[in-house]
């Protein structure tokens, strides 16, 4: 049973519109969660973090939020730019998890020009 | 240039074979992990090594063999696989310090296919 989930497996966007990317998790003793986006042959790249103290955490055009009592993130991606087509892996970690994260399948962002 | 890099990019091997995929990290790290990666799939730990020491083994078939020498380098042996193993293959690593944050930085990745 997967814990981190992306149920949208791609998403196109408009160039200039926002981009929202979408995550959910069922484990409560999730502390820290962390979005990773990745370009085609080339591993995955951190991108912005939030902790589960925390509900909002900005960083440039990139806004993590994260709703607790629905167990529920979003990647806020504002303007779209075409080099942000890419795959997007949201991930999740527990403080005492002897360092392991728990990956969501990906989304795949699409921007039009 | 992540500070990360795997070696082979790009792998082709029969069932019957052996070989090794190599993975070494310049940023002054001391946790090092493999992950696979198959298409439209959530990203599979392997093993995790923390100074030096296996920390993790997530039932992986023993034809997959990791070797961890010191905290720069790590080794994926790989001998009699399966066409099922066939795969992107990750070496992330990180530090450890701030266990909760685990931002962990990723090499390119060796793409395995067994024929």
């Known amino acids: 049973d997967q814990q981190v989930k992306q149920n949208s497996p791609s998403l196109s966007v408009q160039e200039g519109r926002i981009s929202i990317l979408n995550c959910d998790y069922t484990n409560s003793m999730f502390d820290y969660f962390l979005w990773y986006k990745k370009y085609p042959a080339e591993g995955p790249t951190f991108l912005i973090s939030?902790?589960?103290i925390k509900d909002k955490n900005e960083d440039g055009r990139f806004t993590v939020f994260l709703n607790k009592s629905a167990k529920h993130l979003s990647l806020h991606i504002v303007p779209s730019q075409p080099g942000d087509s890419a795959v997007y892996f949201c991930?999740?970690?527990?403080?005492?998890?002897?360092?392991?994260?728990?990956w969501g399948a990906g989304t795949k962002l699409i921007i039009k020009p | 240039e992540t500070g990360v890099t795997q070696t082979p990019r790009h792998l082709v091997m029969g069932m019957t074979n052996k070989k090794s995929l190599k993975c070494e990290q310049h940023l002054g790290h001391n946790a090092m992990y493999w992950y696979k990666q198959s298409a439209k799939k959530p990203l599979e730990l392997m093993f995790v090594y923390n100074f030096k020491e296996q920390t993790e083994n997530n039932s992986v078939p023993s034809r997959f063999s990791p070797e961890c020498p010191n905290s720069s380098h790590l080794f994926l042996h790989l001998h009699t696989l399966q066409p099922e193993d066939s795969a992107l293959y990750l070496c992330?690593?990180?530090?450890?310090?701030?266990?909760?944050?685990?931002?962990?930085?990723f090499g390119a990745g060796t793409r395995l296919s067994v024929l």
């Open positions: 991930a999740a970690s527990v403080a005492d998890s002897n360092y392991q994260l728990i």
């Open positions: 939030i902790s589960s």
């Open positions: 992330a690593s990180s530090r450890v310090g701030d266990v909760a944050k685990n931002i962990q930085y």
